[in-house]
């Protein structure tokens, strides 16, 4: 599956889901065909998620709402690892993506 | 006039500043003018500020989050007319005013929103709102912009609210100010 713009692009790779790009779509209804290439990611019973965040350069707050949601969903599979990869280049990600382990402990979270 | 927050500035004559003004022409203010004004200020401002040594990649991303956030917000919620940007940067300081005509009803009810996301730890309110929003499939999850910026960032935010020139509407004006690296 995959959403191509040449802005941004989403992606998954199995159970690894990869963004790379500018994201900063209008709202919820915007970013919903992303989202829904995320729960299928989840619909296939994967045995673990990846979110592959290192190349993506921008997010607005619309899009870190979605990464949130998309964790709350995950915490109705307690046992299934979840892992969040940032950049340390990518400033946004230090920032915001710290948020996404106090909504589910289950998220390990790497930035490399 | 309401005023809400902090809408205290501190950058003065002898600041880097810079007003650009988005007016409504023929081709209507659109969400693109939000990321084309930001990535423009963030470039400006961050080799104005890397001048002193300053790491520009820092600097340039929490200006264009800044920028982009409350313009995107001037975007969603105006009436037709100018959208102004003033910045200002001094010694780190970097300040940021957005002004533009809303409804007064629009303007109401954002006056509600601030007092309840200004009442409380914005790091704590911005998972209970994440929380609340995911729970609510209709929910728009306003709000958390303001909170990201306020908890991730570290932004002093203010707002006042008058009367507009233009009829029954109100001018907002959004002040924002960060610490740069």
């Known amino acids: ?7 941004y692009n989403v992606w998954n790779e199995g159970s690894i889901i990869h963004y790379e790009g500018t994201l900063r779509l209008s709202g919820t209804d915007a970013y919903q065909p992303i989202l829904e290439l995320m729960q299928q990611v989840l619909a296939e019973k994967p045995q673990n998620v990846v979110l592959d965040l290192t190349q993506l ?36 990600q230090s920032k915001s993506l710290p948020n996404l382990q106090k909504l589910h402990k289950g998220v390990e979270l790497v930035i490399v | 006039m309401k005023t809400f927050g902090d809408t205290a500035r501190i950058n003065g004559s002898g600041a880097f500043a810079m007003r650009i003004t988005i007016s409504d022409g023929p081709l209507g203010v659109s969400w693109q003018h939000a990321s084309e004004t930001c990535e423009f200020l963030g470039d400006v401002f961050a080799l104005h500020h890397a001048k002193q040594g300053a790491d520009y990649n820092e600097a340039r991303h929490s200006i264009v989050y800044l920028v982009n956030e409350l313009l995107e917000n001037a975007i969603k919620f105006r009436v037709p007319g100018t959208i102004s940007v003033d910045c200002s940067l001094h010694q780190g300081n970097f300040e940021l005013t957005v002004s533009n005509d809303t409804e007064a009803e629009v303007a109401s009810r954002f006056q509600a929103l601030i007092e309840e996301i200004t009442s409380r730890d914005p790091g704590e309110l911005l998972i209970e709102r994440i929380e ?18 306020m908890n991730d960032y570290g932004a002093r935010l203010g707002w006042d609210f008058r009367s507009s020139a233009t009829g029954g509407a109100v001018m907002l004006s959004t002040h924002a100010a960060l610490t740069l690296n």
């Open chain 1, 1 to 7: 599956m995959e959403i191509k713009t040449g802005e």
């Open chain 1, 57 to 92: 350069e921008f997010l607005n707050s619309s899009g870190i709402n979605l990464l949130a949601k998309f964790t709350i969903e995950l915490r109705k599979h307690p046992d299934m690892p979840v892992k969040v990869v940032g950049s340390s280049k990518i400033p946004w």
């Open chain 2, 132 to 149: 609340a929003n995911a729970a609510d499939e209709n929910s728009s999850g306003s709000g958390l912009g303001l909170l990201t910026l």
